[in-house]
């Protein structure tokens, strides 16, 4: 037994080992063959051509083809870490969650944070919504919770999903990110303003991954253990405190580090510097929804907190970095669709889409059984009677059998976790979104009068910096969108366009001349 032990030590990575940790480690091939010459090729004599027989050579060129899987379309570079959830405050009777059964329960989790439109390859410190992604491993399943640092997104229909993404990424003819193409698309979405802002704002640049709060965006459903449902907005607030980059810092930084993101978190778990985020949730009463004053499943608005205040209820920290990027972090898998007993969707047809879209991506990117990968796998028992499909090797449920229903008691449903019925009424047909609810200036109105004056200069010069080489109608259409939400917003961001057009065009290879300090957020209406 102690000679097999070893051996298995020997051909197999146990999850620990690191640079030196051993130092005896025998080469084998993926079948655990011995490796008997990794530096030369088997050739016909030494100046000989290869031999077919050198099967390790094959088997290298071969894994070499197959290393990359597909990135994820958007939210590509990512990094993540473990953690430990913690429940600070009782929510019991909003909703029956096991995660927030008492204070003091704990429950493991994954963060992945990211930026949205960069490439695998992508520099981290770039102006772009960060995506913020939360999985909880409850006892009662994995509840992913996929947000992003801002509590709004550009659209309202997930019909413009697929548009969004190809006008931020790269143009079909040069291959370059294009303003035009950005912009054009932007600012013909009049409801996209309160997103543009945010990410124009000195948000737009999170100092580091753990300068900046997390939002799950979408109004979600609570149900408590007397059937009762309330709608509800979760909001994690960085314990860092909010900081971020001016653009000439960003540059500066992304110069020399592209991954200064990804650095700066696996740096601050390895010293034991854990970054700590405080969950709040705002709380509606599932009838109100009837008669809210705005449209309370819209996307592209927040809840002001004068109505729905804040409610506390936790705490996590990120306190372990993964032993292995790959396998922890780019095979990791989060889907709206995770939604555990008493944490439900909301009628907001963008989250609707997104229950969707993401397992789809994922039986794509990492195959139909990416549920077994360690990160992905739930941590309580799981019995679903899907069988079978490439690379299946947690057991397949033996010989259980494999139909529902059967005599013998396999594959019961549980109805004691149904939702109350939800009452859903209306013809249909393609709705305009618009016709319903068009005031998209209010609230980026409000975000732009809560900035101070120096927060909305830098508003105002990076929106002119990022418009670039837009067509002038295109650059003018942003400023009528700016100016309904505050005349003053418009006025700004036209007197920055001027200035920039009078200094002529950029210099690309002019040094930057990074400020001094990092811009603090004040508590601003996107909090
Ligand atoms: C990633 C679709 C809106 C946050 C993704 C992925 C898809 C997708 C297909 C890649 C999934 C993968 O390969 O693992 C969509 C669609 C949307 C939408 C169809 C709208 C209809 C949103 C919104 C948010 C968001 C509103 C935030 C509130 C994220 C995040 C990731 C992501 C954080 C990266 C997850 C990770 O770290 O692996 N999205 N998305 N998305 N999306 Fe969305």
New binding site residues.
């Given amino acids: 037994p102690a000679q097999a032990a070893q051996s298995q030590r020997d051909t197999r990575t146990t999850p620990a080992q690191k640079h030196g940790d051993a130092p005896v480690t025998p080469m084998t091939t993926a079948f655990g063959t011995p490796v008997v010459d990794n530096q030369n090729s088997r050739t016909a004599g030494p100046r000989g051509p290869l031999l077919m027989e050198d099967v390790w050579l094959l088997e290298k060129l071969a894994n070499l083809n197959r290393e990359v899987i597909p990135e ?4 590509a570079k ?1 990094s993540g870490a473990f953690g430990t959830f913690t429940v600070t405050h009782d929510i019991t009777r909003y909703t029956r969650a096991r995660l927030f059964s008492e204070v003091g329960k704990k429950t493991e989790m994954f963060a ?1 944070f ?1 930026t949205v439109a960069g490439e695998r390859g992508a520099a981290d410190a770039e102006r772009d919504i960060r ?3 939360l999985k909880f491993y409850t006892e009662e399943g994995n509840w992913d919770l ?3 640092n801002t509590p709004v ?1 550009f ?1 309202r229909d ?1 019909r413009k ?1 697929a548009d969004l993404n190809k006008a931020v990424k790269r143009d079909p003819h040069t291959n370059l990110r294009s303003a035009r193409n950005n912009w054009d698309f932007w600012t013909l979405l009049p409801e996209a303003l309160m997103q543009v802002t945010v990410v124009m704002s000195d948000r737009g640049i999170p100092r580091t991954f753990r300068h900046m709060h997390g ?4 109004t979600y459903s609570f149900t408590n253990a007397g059937g009762e449902r309330f709608w509800v907005k979760f909001h994690f607030h960085s314990q860092q405190g909010i900081e971020a980059l001016t653009d000439a810092q960003a540059e500066v930084l992304a110069g020399k580090d592209r991954e200064s993101h990804g650095r700066d978190l696996f740096q601050a778990i390895e010293r034991g510097d854990f970054p700590k985020w405080k969950l709040f949730v705002q709380i509606m009463p599932e009838l109100d929804a009837e008669t809210y004053r705005f449209h309370p499943f819209d ?1 592209t608005k927040v809840w002001p907190k004068s109505d729905y205040p804040l409610i506390e209820v936790g705490e996590f920290e990120l306190n372990r970095n993964p032993d292995n990027w790959y396998q922890d972090v780019e095979q ?3 889907a709206p669709s995770n939604l555990v007993p008493g944490i439900g969707p909301s009628p907001d047809k ?1 989250l609707q ?2 229950l969707f ?2 397992s ?3 039986r794509y ?1 990492l195959g139909v059984n990416h549920h077994q990968i360690p990160v992905n796998a739930a941590r309580c028992p799981v019995h679903s009677n899907h069988r079978d499909g490439a690379m299946r090797v947690d057991g397949n449920y033996g010989g259980l059998p494999h139909y529902e229903p059967n005599s013998y008691g396999q594959w019961q449903e549980q109805p004691q976790y149904r939702e109350p019925p939800l009452r859903i009424r209306g013809d249909a047909d393609f709705w305009n979104f618009r016709e319903d609810d068009s005031d998209y200036f209010s609230q980026p109105g409000a975000l732009f009068r809560s900035y101070d004056p120096a927060q909305q200069q830098r508003l105002f010069d990076n929106t002119a910096r990022a418009l670039g080489d837009a067509p002038d109608f295109i650059k003018q259409r942003h400023v009528d969108n700016c100016s309904k939400a505050d005349p003053a917003y418009g006025a700004g961001v036209a007197a920055a366009l001027r200035k920039l057009a009078e200094s002529g065009p950029a210099d690309p290879f002019a040094p930057a001349r990074p400020e001094a300090g990092f811009p603090r957020a004040t508590p601003g209406a996107e909090d």
């Fill in positions: 994820r379309r958007m939210h990512g992945r990211t995506g913020f992604a996929v947000g992003n997104f659209l997930p999903f939002f799950g965006s979408h996307l990791s898998a989060f963008m889409a997104r879209a993401y789809d991506a994922q990117r």
